[in-house]
Antibody, heavy 130, light 109 residues
Framework: EVQLVESGGGLVQPGGSLRLSCAAS????????MSWVRQAPGKGLEWVAN????????YYVDSVKGRFTISRDNAKNSLYLQMNSLRAEDTAVYYC???????????????????????WGQGTLVTVSS | SYELTQPPSVSVSPGQTARITCSGD??????AYWYQQKPGQAPVLVIY???ERPSGIPERFSGSSSGTTVTLTISGVQAEDEADYYC????????????FGGGTKLTVL
């Protein structure tokens, strides 16, 4: 059974830092893209970042570029999100999600293939407030 | 930036058919995916590649695509289907930049 368990959330002051972790089990972690998605209180889902299986490619939503860093440790089956220079608008539940993305060959055959999430963790709440 | 547009709310009576639309200019070039989120829970994938259903998802959930609009259809709606539904796709940049629709609250009357 695929399991994703986030940790590391909490209350932090504006301008502060926080590191989220996601422990993965039930699948071969090193074979999958991984992602962070967040949801502000009472709001919709917002994609935050993706990382390739070997960590060689990383993608971010514009609003977190230069402040957040996604990383992974395949030996520990773990995904991380380092969040710096936090702002009130970063307050949200942060979900770890397993990504599905197809290699260039598959996408050359079916150009409509795009990234999606097939399993999600339960989330960890990050509150940025003074 | 690329956007996906969903109606904020849809209401149906039990046993009826609910249709939730999602519009976006890049949808003819990129597949759409649908997630169900119940209060206090994580999202669950219910449709992938416009119309494919993951294992374990009831057959009453289906998806379709026409031009710049994709539609999630729930036939024979049950009370347990009351939830927020989000469509998701990617922009046409060729990179895995993900976009979500704003979400639709399905109310079962």
């Amino acid at each position: 059974e695929v399991q994703l368990v986030e940790s590391g959330g909490g209350l932090v002051q504006p301008g502060g830092s926080l590191r989220l972790s996601c422990a993965a089990s039930g699948f071969t972690f090193s074979s999958y893209w991984m992602s962070w998605v967040r949801q502000a209180p009472g709001k919709g889902l917002e994609w935050v970042a993706n990382i390739k299986q070997d960590g060689s490619e990383k993608y971010y939503v514009d609003s977190v570029k230069g402040r957040f860093t996604i990383s992974r440790d395949n030996a520990k089956n773990s995904l991380y999100l380092q969040m710096n220079s936090l702002r009130a608008e970063d307050t949200a539940v942060y979900y770890c999600a397993r990504g599905r993305y197809f290699d260039w060959l598959a996408r050359s055959i079916d150009p409509r293939l795009s990234y999606y999430f097939d399993y999600w963790g339960q989330g960890t709440l990050v509150t940025v407030s003074s | 930036s690329y956007e996906l547009t969903q109606p904020p709310s849809v209401s149906v009576s039990p046993g009826q058919t609910a249709r939730i639309t999602c519009s976006g200019d890049a949808l003819p070039k990129q597949y759409a995916y649908w997630y169900q989120q119940k209060p206090g829970q994580a999202p669950v994938l219910v449709i992938y590649k416009d119309s494919e259903r993951p294992s374990g998802i009831p057959e009453r959930f289906s998806g379709s695509s026409s031009g710049t609009t994709v539609t999630l259809t729930i036939s024979g709606v049950q009370a347990e289907d009351e939830a927020d539904y989000y469509c998701q796709s990617a922009d046409s940049s060729g990179t895995p930049h993900v976009v979500f629709g704003g979400g639709t609250k399905l109310t079962v009357l």
